[in-house]
């Protein structure tokens, strides 16, 4: 347990929600009345508050706008039938945040400031959290560089930040995806396993090709062989067989370590079915199945939970899936809802009440 850190919190004098719908809500569009921001100079973190959404004053030598020292997370809060919000997992997050700031040469978030400044902040907001099947509030922690000088070394200056953004499902119907062997989103030794910015910078061009072609996203392959899977758009990836489930290995550091991803896992061994991290080529997906044994795929991550894909496009060779067909993705996502919503005991207090 961490101790109560007193937030300065000023707040709006009127709430955006009083002309708010929760009626079709797309994906990081809308955010709520209120914002935590601190700043970290020379290594010590001041200027904490809870204050009204507003934009930024920024320097146009802003290290972050040049040099590119910013990371993030994605973090959902939801709320069960008797009205408590619940954070899901945000101690993962949390030292998934401060890896990706390790790599990223940026200072670590204390817990104090990334944990209880996230609980008083949705605590204010509590009532942006959606009622509603697949909605939830969405969490941005994020940081950046603040320097305002011209030079490529790490920034002496930081800011860190929390939005709030009630949100619907991210993908609402089953996916087509094109699996890429042009472009490379990491590769060993990079940053593939760090939740920085650039990492989806140097995505778009893909995936707006993949688009173009009438595809959602694109699952990555490696960078020397284009043949070895690594995840989809947002998204870490698995393939159900017969009798196991294979998702890519995280040991090469070229993939995200999903909090999904781990929760996936969990809940999939509770059903009694294997998973296999391992590597995993195309070759090896297009055999089993022409073989028969390919049975589902699908993709897990904050934003996107649990998220069927119907079709994977490899050169000229389709594979295609039926959605319906799918019972171990759904029976996981129900398994991970029921959690979330609070409907069956937390054996693995993931849920953070605020």
């Not at 509603?132 to 030079?151: C, N, W």
């Amino acid at each position: 347990m961490i101790d109560a850190l007193e937030i300065p919190v000023t707040r709006v004098q009127t709430s955006k929600l009083k002309d708010f719908s929760f009626d079709s809500l797309p994906f990081g569009k809308y955010f709520t009345d209120h914002m935590l921001v601190a700043d970290c100079i020379n290594g010590e973190w001041k200027n904490i508050e809870i204050k009204p959404y507003q934009p930024l004053m920024l320097d146009p030598a802003l290290a972050a706008l040049h040099y590119g020292q910013s990371i993030f997370e994605g973090i959902k809060a939801y709320k069960d039938a008797a009205g408590e919000a619940f954070i899901f997992r945000p101690y993962d997050n949390f030292r998934r945040f401060n890896q990706s700031a390790s790599r990223m040469e940026m200072p670590e978030v204390p817990e104090e400031i990334f944990i209880e400044g996230m609980r008083q902040l949705v605590e204010v907001e509590k009532d942006w959290i959606p009622a509603k099947a697949e909605h939830s509030l969405y969490i941005r922690p994020f940081m950046f560089a603040t320097d305002a000088v011209l030079g490529v070394k790490p920034s002496d200056t930081y800011k860190f930040m929390i939005l709030l953004s009630p949100t619907g499902p991210y993908y609402a119907a089953p996916m087509r995806i094109y699996v890429e062997e042009v472009y490379t989103r990491a590769a060993p030794g990079g940053v593939g396993n760090a939740k920085n910015a650039g990492n989806y910078g140097g995505s778009l061009r893909a995936a707006v090709e993949a688009k173009n072609k009438g595809y959602d996203q694109v699952l990555w392959t490696d960078a020397h062989e284009h043949k070895w899977l690594q995840e989809v758009g947002t998204m870490n990836v698995f393939f159900v067989f017969n009798d196991k489930v294979v998702t890519p290995s995280l040991e090469e550091g070229t993939i995200l370590e999903g909090v999904t991803r781990d929760s996936a896992i969990t809940v999939l061994g509770e059903m009694g079915i294997k998973v296999e991290e391992r590597r995993i080529s195309i070759d090896e997906l297009i055999e089993a199945y022409k073989a028969g044994k390919l049975k589902e795929a699908f993709g897990t991550g904050t934003a996107a939970t649990i998220s069927l894909i119907k079709e994977l496009r490899y050169q000229d060779f389709v594979i295609e899936i039926d959605p319906e067909k799918c019972t171990t993705a759904h029976e996981l996502k129900a398994r991970l809802t029921a959690i979330r919503n609070n409907e069956v005991p937390d054996r693995h207090g993931w849920m953070f009440k605020v």
